[in-house]
């Protein structure tokens, strides 16, 4: 039976939860070198669990766990039988493949075709079936996640994992309505523009992957800032006509800016072309949606939507808005959610706010159980049907936010992080930001902290005069606290510190040279 996102919710979880149980008891308990051992320390038997009372048993799991041992979250069953052909990893207690697993193997050897062995006629049968094992359980390739957590991540692929599963994730964007919202019909073709910086991230990756996946929409991949300039991607814009636009909110920030100078210069006639902008890789404000809306509107870019993904390195896929404010759609199908109390780890009701936790179901390469990701869903996750898409399936409320990234202390008091980034955003003028806290003395750990703005204007011609006065009333206002001091720089030095750590992927708003 093929799941459908027309089941009732209570069918939708009955069917999560079964699969997860199997999926616990034949792949992750004999074949994955973490859980096994943690299975057996806490003495959590597999064939004891029959209910999500039972999965509550398996302890958290978190991202320091992970970047200890990132080969010990791999599945990999031995396979005795070819140790000549198949790697062997003796220092992991795990089992041997099941019979009844290589004899799947040995079938699909016999009566399928790779495309390995399509370049290779001669392959024998012994060949075959070592390229269906290499298929299902060979990593191929990798993701590792910007740091902005300070413990970055790494996960691994197999080619089933993308050709099985990430096929029917991505698919969620068309299923969620993002195709609608374009206006894009079967047979039409829609080109859209990726600002994702390349590199080995599934911020990047999963866009190359829903061209990939997506029948006909065509992808301009620019990669950020490494094959050009801003000025010239938008110069592209204006010739190739994009109708949506894929970045992080603080590169697109950034990106807008230029727009914005460009189109006063004469040098192009705006962004009409633009209905749709989906961001990603970074949280989303509603504040700060509003704001990018008026600037795309100013832009040319009239009633465009801006729509946020959700995703982690750990998850290894993003999940879409049906539109803006449906929430975030997720899969019930290859994932098992949960939110959680983020000091007793106990679940909470739904609607209610608390982190998410999710389970793998049915990977290969990397799994998680009970995977902690950090993020608060402060409208807590719901299960029904959307009243904007009418896919039923569990959506995350927004908005989200990071448990360990939530306040700041300056001199004693408690600074809202998200409050302090907005007041400078938002503030009429702000091209550029950085906001960095330092000590007045470095080497008197004791003394006074010292909060200073650098700040690029974003139209040459506004009075500085005017700029400061600003700042300082929407800091007091959004923020509750004042700068000591606002510094004004060129954009291309400011844009160097904000994205020089993570290389354009995510920018560094606060740095905190405390710590």
Known sequence: MDFSYQWSPDKQRDWAERRLISYIKNYIYPYHPYYRKLFKENGIDPSGIRSYRDIQKIPITT?????EDPMAFLLQPHFPQLKSRIQYRPQYDIENISKIKLMEHVIKGIKIKSPVTAYRPGMDLMGRIVDDIMYEWYPIHTHVSGGSTGTPSTVFYTRYDIMEIMREVISSSKIAGIERIVGLERGMWMLNLNLMP??????????????????????LDVCSEITGSVEHQVEL?????PRTIIATPSYLKNWLNVAFKMMNEGRIGGLESVILVVLGAEDLPEAYRSNLKDELNALGSKGARVLQTYGTTEMRAAFFECSEGGGIHLNPEYYYWEI????????????????LVFSHIGWRGSAFMRFYTGDIIKGGMIWDKCSMCDMISPRLILPIMRVDK?????????????????????TIGVGLFIITISKEDERDPNSRDILRVYVSTRDEGMLREELIEALVRDMRFFAGVEPDEILFGSRSDIEKGVFERTRYLKADWIIDYRT
């Open 63 to 67: 991202r320091q766990q992970l970047s």
């Open 198 to 219: 390349a590199s080995p991230h599934l911020a990047f990756f999963q866009t190359v992957l829903c061209k990939l996946f997506g029948e006909y929409n065509g992808m």
């Open 237 to 241: 814009v204006e010739k190739y006509k």
């Open 340 to 355: 959680v109390d983020p000091e007793t780890h106990e679940p909470v009701g739904e609607g209610e706010d608390g982190v």
């Open 406 to 426: 939530g306040y700041i202390e300056i001199n004693g008091k408690q600074i809202s992080e998200q409050y302090l980034e907005t007041s400078v955003r938002l």
